[in-house]
């Protein structure tokens, strides 16, 4: 019978850790990063979840004659914003998992 008690222990504990996981979680769509490139010509702000929230471009490099160009700095600013949330992510969750990567998270 002691061992029912133990396991009781270990499924509260469980069932907190979840719990706060899944506040770690929702908290993250309130968290910001920036991918910025060329000195904030770009910037791309993403949540902590991975969702893009926002691309703002300077006036000043939008050039008609080199679209290409401008089309790299945004790509290369979405990579760094997404690079930053997934970072974002990982150490916010990671107190969770211990750094043992689970799938979905």
């Known amino acids: 019978m002691r061992g029912m008690g133990n396991m009781q222990q270990m499924m509260r504990k469980m069932q907190k850790m979840q719990k706060d996981m899944l506040e770690a979680q929702e908290g993250l769509k309130d968290q910001t990063v920036e991918g910025v490139v060329s000195g904030d010509m770009v910037k791309v702000i993403a949540n902590g979840d991975g969702k893009i929230l926002d ?51």
């Not at 471009?57 to 004659?65: A, Q």
């Not at 107190?95 to 799938?103: D, H, L, R, S, V």
């Open 55 to 105: 691309i703002q471009i300077k006036e000043e490099i939008v050039d008609p004659e080199d679209i290409d160009m401008l089309q790299d700095m945004v790509l290369t600013a979405v990579n760094d914003a997404l690079e930053k949330s997934t970072k974002l992510k990982e150490e916010t969750l990671g107190k969770f998992t211990n750094g043992i990567n689970i799938p979905g998270l």
